[in-house]
Every structure is written in C-alpha cells, then in structure tokens.
C-alpha cells in the first residue's frame, strides 16, 4: 500500500459518500441520530483536505496522522472506531515494513487490513452479529486474506470483496441491534440496514473499483 493510494482513496471516498448522501442519512435517521453522514462526509473531507501534508509521508505515518485527525475532529461512535481502524493499519504496517515487497504486497495489505479491523473491534468491544460497521468490514477482510492468500488475481479479489460487503450489508437488515445507538430500539430496528454498515459497503466498492481503475492504467 503505498501513500498517493491512500490519499486518492480518500478523495474517491469522499466523492462517494456525497453520492449516497441520502441512503446513509435516512438510515441513520431511521435507527441513529442522523449524524453518521455528517460525520462521514466531515472525516472524509478532512482526509483529502491533508492530501499535501501526507503525500511525502511513507504510508504507516500517513495513517497515523489520519487516525490522530478522525480521533481530535470527528465524533460519535465512529470518529474513534475509524481512528483505531487507521492506527491499527499504522502499527501493522509499522512492524512487518522490512518484509513487505511486490511479491506478498496483496496478503500483507490484507493482514494489515485485519489488524485495523481487530483495533476496530477491541476499541468498539463489538463483534459481527451486533447490527454495525463490523459486519461489512468482517467478512469484506476475511475474503481479502482468503483470495490473497490463494494468490487470486486483484480483479478476482474484488469481486470477491465486493460481494463480500453486499452480502454483510444485507445481512445487518434483519439483525437487532446490540451495539450503538440502535441498541435502545430492540425490535424496532429489524428491518432497517445499519447506517455504519451501509457506509462501509460504499468505501469498499469505491476503493476496489479504484484499484481496477489504477490496474487498467
Ligand atoms: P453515533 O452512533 O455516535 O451517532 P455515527 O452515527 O457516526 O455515531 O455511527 C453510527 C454507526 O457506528 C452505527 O451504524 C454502527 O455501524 C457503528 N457502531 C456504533 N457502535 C459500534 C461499536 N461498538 N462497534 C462497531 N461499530 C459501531
Ligand atoms: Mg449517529
């Protein structure tokens, strides 16, 4: 994974984000606040609003800077679970930096991918099966590491990602909710998408078709 990667993921991030303005903000106002499109179009903003100062960064400080941004700027639930997600990735990176190469850059980027997921995790105490981002962001990692693993082509990987975070969205419709704000509704919330989820499956079609896009080059 390397820098200008990031930074032009944050700016297509960004893009898609205002495009699903009102999915995201319905949902959120059905069994949120109504904030998570706010706070995800802010995060978004502030990321690519750093493209400059990051650029020249190698990718685990890059990650870092992001993280500290989300943590100090963003609120609600997700400012600090996407801050432990980046600084996850930050440290992962950080450690295995000597052994990353060409050759195993999809499986160590998928392996960093799980460690900011596990950060993500222990920082919310949350699992898959509570009606929340984790369960697009679960199944979306295990499929990256499995197809890596099994040296799939990066057009085979995406597909598999894609549909991955499709299936974990839809999965989140008809689950109660046991983390979060939705936690209060009980029953009520069956029926409706997660909000985080739904944003999750966004980011992740974005920066896959971002990687076919760049691969076409
Ligand atoms: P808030 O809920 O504080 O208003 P947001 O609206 O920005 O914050 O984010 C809501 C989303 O955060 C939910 O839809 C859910 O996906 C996610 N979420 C909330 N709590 C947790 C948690 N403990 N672990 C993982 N994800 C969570
Ligand atoms: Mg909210």
């Known amino acids: 994974m390397k820098t200008p990667f990031i930074l032009s993921s944050a700016l297509a991030i960004h893009a898609a984000i205002v495009a699903h303005e009102a999915d995201i903000e319905s949902l959120d106002r059905a069994i949120g606040d109504g904030d998570h499109y706010i706070n995800m179009k802010r995060g978004s903003e502030m990321i690519a609003g750093m493209y400059n100062e990051l650029l020249p ?26 801050a432990s997600f980046f600084m996850g990735m930050s440290k992962y990176l950080k450690e295995h930096h000597a052994k990353i190469n060409e050759t195993n850059m999809h499986l160590e980027t998928a392996a960093a991918f799980a460690y900011g997921v596990q950060s993500m995790m222990m920082r919310g105490k949350s699992n898959v099966g509570e009606k929340t981002m984790l369960d697009v962001l679960v199944p979306v990692s295990t499929t990256f590491t499995t197809m890596a693993a099994q040296g799939k082509s990066v057009a085979e990987i995406c597909a598999a990602v894609k549909n991955a975070a499709d299936k974990g969205l839809e999965y989140t419709r008809d689950l109660l909710a046991t983390k979060g704000r939705a936690a209060g509704l009980g029953e009520r919330a069956i029926g409706h998408l997660d909000p985080g989820a739904k944003s999750c499956q966004v980011m992740t079609h974005t920066v896959c078709d ?3 896009k760049e691969m076409k080059q």
């Open 57 to 82: 960064l190698p990718p685990e400080e890059a990650l870092q800077k992001i993280s500290m941004k989300l943590l100090s700027t963003i609120g609600g639930a997700s400012g600090p679970l996407f």
């Open 210 to 212: 971002l990687v076919l």
